[in-house]
């Protein structure tokens, strides 16, 4: 046997003794309602829907602060707030996020922002020892010509998409970030990567909203304005996966009961959607009835986006809200806090 293949197999064995140790050294945990719990960025679409599952289930020791009472950026004072308060579990949803448009506009300050934020914080959370800790990937920074569907391995097997690059780079470092304090510390630290989320408290300005939120107001005007047709980009062809922002939610709370591995693990819901499909689902929710007219001179962007969520659906998590009844809350949630905006 040539001596490469024998240091491989010997690499390949201190790899699976590691792995043993982690596993039967690792802090089991179980979140008690008497736990202190910290969401940060709790005011965000994805923080406040894991905040209000967190009370429906009955936790109810929550650290919640507010940009202007914790600037998270500030490794000083993110670093006091964690050894006076002391967490037992801290779930990371703060972020600094735009559309194709601001990411392409400030790139340096989406790369700056999101990686203090997520560095300060999973620093702070090493220090003082937390119990377990969560942060929040994108599948937006998965490489631009990933093979579909999308599975984890995939991350850093290619560049991200060039007009989300300061943001991924940032959101990678995380995940990175994360992984090596659980090789490193054995910190149960861990990370999800989910997939295209919408729903309450989501964003509907124009100028940085997804296309769910866009197309509800687009479809929403056009209906009040009596207009005939509402006029959309590309072709209607590209598939899509979306994933209601309480089914987020509740696959972080269950991932940090279930879940123990240095990788990230993805969360979607495995159905697809056209742009076209997506289109007409929310013009009926909406009550539109006019024309949908596709401006093939715009991008499509990628023809397919989907994450391979087999190992999260492996462990017992699967998604509960259905699109249509997704797409209904979402335009009632626009109805009652967004029509004037």
Same mark, same amino acid.
Request: glycine share 6%.
């Given at each position: 046997?040539?001596? *490469?293949?024998?240091?491989? #197999? =010997?690499?390949?064995?201190?790899? /699976? #003794?590691?792995?043993? @140790?982690?596993? @039967?050294?690792?802090?089991?945990? &179980?979140?008690?309602?008497?736990?202190?719990?910290?969401?940060?960025?709790?005011?965000?679409?994805?923080?406040?829907?894991?905040?209000?599952?967190?009370?429906? &289930?009955?936790?109810?020791?929550?650290?919640?602060?507010?940009? %202007?009472?914790?600037? #998270?950026?500030?490794?000083?004072?993110?670093?006091?707030?964690?050894?006076?308060?002391?967490?037992?579990?801290?779930?990371?949803?703060?972020?600094? !996020?735009?559309?194709?448009?601001?990411? &392409?506009?400030?790139?340096?300050?989406?790369?700056?922002?999101?990686?203090?934020?997520?560095?300060?914080?999973?620093?702070?959370?090493?220090?003082?020892? !937390?119990?377990?800790?969560?942060?929040?990937?994108? &599948?937006?920074?998965?490489?631009?010509?990933?093979?579909?569907?999308?599975?984890?391995?995939?991350?850093?097997?290619? $560049?991200?998409?060039?007009?989300?690059?300061?943001?991924?780079?940032?959101?990678? %470092?995380?995940?990175?970030?994360?992984?090596?304090?659980?090789?490193?510390?054995?910190?149960?630290?861990?990370?999800?990567?989910?997939?295209?989320?919408?729903?309450?408290?989501?964003?509907?300005?124009?100028?940085? *909203?997804?296309?769910?939120?866009?197309?509800?107001? $687009?479809?929403?005007?056009? $209906?009040?304005?009596?207009?005939? *047709?509402?006029?959309?980009?590309?072709?209607? %062809?590209?598939?899509?996966?979306?994933? =209601? !922002?309480?089914?987020?939610?509740?696959?972080?709370? +269950?991932?940090?009961?279930?879940?123990?591995?240095?990788?990230?693990?993805?969360?979607?819901?495995? /159905?697809?959607?056209?742009?076209?499909?997506?289109? /007409?689902?929310?013009?009926?929710?909406?009550?539109?009835?006019? /024309?949908?007219?596709?401006?093939?001179?715009?991008?499509?962007?990628?023809?397919?986006?989907?994450?391979? %969520?087999?190992?999260?659906?492996?462990?017992?998590?699967?998604?509960?809200?259905?699109?249509?009844?997704?797409?209904?809350?979402?335009?009632? @949630? +626009?109805?009652?806090?967004?029509?004037?905006?």
């Amino acid at each position: 046997m040539q001596l *490469s293949e024998e240091l491989n #197999l =010997y690499i390949v064995h201190l790899d /699976e #003794l590691r792995k043993t @140790y982690m596993k @039967y050294n690792s802090r089991e945990v &179980s979140m008690e309602n008497t736990d202190k719990i910290y969401v940060a960025g709790h005011t965000g679409m994805v923080g406040s829907s894991i905040v209000r599952h967190l009370q429906k &289930s009955g936790y109810h020791n929550l650290l919640l602060r507010t940009h %202007s009472e914790l600037d #998270l950026t500030d490794q000083q004072a993110t670093k006091i707030f964690f050894e006076q308060e002391r967490p037992d579990y801290v779930f990371i949803a703060a972020a600094k !996020v735009g559309g194709i448009q601001a990411n &392409s506009t400030f790139p340096a300050d989406f790369l700056y922002v999101n990686l203090m934020i997520n560095a300060n914080i999973i620093h702070a959370a090493h220090e003082v020892g !937390v119990k377990k800790l969560l942060a929040l990937g994108s &599948s937006c920074i998965y490489p631009k010509f990933a093979e579909q569907p999308i599975h984890e391995e995939a991350l850093l097997d290619g $560049k991200p998409e060039p007009t989300n690059e300061g943001y991924a780079i940032a959101k990678i %470092s995380a995940l990175e970030l994360v992984k090596f304090f659980h090789l490193q510390y054995n910190d149960p630290f861990i990370s999800c990567m989910p997939t295209n989320i919408y729903g309450e408290n989501d964003n509907f300005d124009l100028q940085g *909203s997804h296309v769910i939120p866009a197309m509800i107001r $687009k479809f929403h005007t056009a $209906k009040v304005e009596g207009a005939d *047709s509402v006029t959309l980009w590309g072709t209607g %062809s590209p598939l899509r996966e979306f994933l =209601y !922002v309480d089914d987020l939610a509740d696959a972080c709370v +269950f991932l940090m009961e279930n879940y123990d591995e240095e990788g990230h693990i993805n969360i979607g819901s495995d /159905e697809e959607v056209s742009m076209k499909e997506l289109a /007409e689902e929310i013009a009926s929710v909406v009550g539109f009835n006019g /024309e949908l007219i596709y401006d093939a001179e715009k991008p499509d962007g990628a023809p397919r986006r989907l994450v391979d %969520s087999t190992r999260v659906h492996e462990l017992g998590w699967q998604h509960k809200v259905e699109l249509r009844e997704g797409l209904e809350r979402s335009y009632q @949630y +626009f109805l009652n806090n967004c029509i004037d905006k």
